[in-house]
């Protein structure tokens, strides 16, 4: 079985940083992009950041400038570096990762992780 865990959401003032982690594990043939989104209440889920596996990367508009995304393939991990937090990125933060699995015979699944919380606030 091959799941997503995510890791470093909280509490942090407005200004702050906070930096989300999420591992795939389990049988996993390769990787394709992997992305973080995130819902805040009431609202749609949108897509924060995206990476592929050459490294390219995509944000929102929203956080062009404020937040960095990274990954190591070796680790089957993505990251998630937020700063200059403001209140309005508060929301639950969920990672994403299109994955071949071995057992797959070449079929390729979108998997999420269970949803990190952050809450941007004084």
């Known amino acids: 079985q091959v799941q997503l865990v995510e890791s470093g959401g909280g509490l942090v003032q407005p200004g702050g940083s906070l930096r989300l982690s999420c591992a795939a594990s389990?049988?996993?043939?390769?990787?394709?992009?992997m992305g973080w989104y995130r819902q805040a209440p009431g609202k749609q889920r949108e897509l924060v950041a995206s990476?592929?596996?050459?490294?390219?990367?995509n944000f929102a508009d929203s956080v062009k400038g404020r937040f960095t995304i990274s990954r190591d393939n070796a680790k089957n991990t993505v990251y998630l570096q937020m700063n200059s937090l403001k209140p309005e990125d508060t929301a639950v933060y969920y990672c994403?990762?299109?994955?071949?699995?071995?057992?797959?015979?070449?079929?390729?699944?979108?998997?999420w992780g269970q949803g990190t919380q952050v809450t941007v606030s004084s």
């Open positions: 994403n990762a299109r994955i071949r699995p071995r057992a797959s015979s070449g079929s390729i699944y979108d998997y």
């Open positions: 389990g049988s996993i043939f390769n990787i394709g992009i």
């Open positions: 990476i592929t596996s050459g490294g390219s990367t």
